[in-house]
């Protein structure tokens, strides 16, 4: 089953094209990943596919809906973990939970029962009365991807999950992400780490320059181009990698 179809996506601003006409599909319950450098138009896409941003030309549909025409029906059943922390610096753990419920509709005896169930999967049930601004950087991502879980999501768009983190908070990320995928939900990922996409990508699509230079499994990739995906991501994007 197809979750996300994109054709003849474009997205400009002014003269710039931030991705140019590119076409991709995203299957359901597989981890689907948007790899390039910095510019390469990974972030505009993903805002597209959850109603941040309308395309400039093009057509994009979610669970068979136009992103133009249903952004609402949409956004309902995906959640968003973004790259910047724009967690509420005056809440607690908890309270940032209940707040982001609100936003979905979810009434107050409902949220607060989640947010200690997302608390407890993101082992974090003993930060719950704790203010945003005495968390550490990985204990900050945890608790916003148990944020973009709130509302049950069918699709999870996750950019750059897990970059600035140490290793041991990034497989912390990773085994969460598997464990979600596990449970039959999409997931899709921009990354500039290589042994992430490895780790938990079906398959990715490499971009340059709002292009789709190609899509495929890592292990294909590999096989096709020789060496590491990082090494097949060098050679087919001709820059060095960016982290």
């Known amino acids: 089953m197809i979750i996300v179809t994109a054709k003849k996506l474009t997205k400009d601003y002014g ?59 949409i956004k309902s059943r995906i959640g968003v973990m973004p790259q910047d922390i724009n967690l509420d610096p005056d809440l607690t753990v908890f309270e940032n939970l209940i707040v982001y419920a609100r936003y979905f509709d979810i009434p107050r005896k409902v949220s607060s029962g989640l947010a200690w169930k997302l608390l407890d999967f993101v082992e974090m049930r003993e930060k719950a009365n704790v203010n945003i601004k005495n968390l550490s950087g990985g204990m900050k991502h945890r608790l916003l991807l148990s944020r973009a879980l709130i509302n049950n999501p069918e699709l999870l768009i996750l950019d750059e999950p897990t970059t600035g983190l140490d290793p041991h908070s990034r497989h912390s990320v990773w085994d969460k992400m598997n464990h979600l995928k596990s449970k039959g939900i999409t997931l899709i990922l921009t990354t500039h780490y ?24 890592p292990s294909r990739l590999k096989e096709m181009h020789g060496g590491n995906l990082e090494d097949v991501y060098l050679k087919l994007t001709g820059l060095r990698l960016v982290v």
Do not use: Y
């Open 15 to 73: 003269s710039l094209k931030a991705i140019d006409n590119i076409d991709f599909e995203i299957l359901k319950g597989e981890c689907f990943g948007f790899l390039g450098p910095n510019g390469a138009g990974k972030t505009t896409a993903m805002g597209i596919i959850h109603c941040f941003m309308p395309p400039t030309s093009g057509e994009v549909k979610v669970f068979g809906m136009n992103v133009i025409e249903n952004p609402s029906a």
């Open 194 to 217: 290589m042994e992430e996409a490895e780790k938990l990508c079906d398959r990715v699509a490499i971009m340059d320059r709002g292009k789709i230079i190609t899509i495929d499994t």
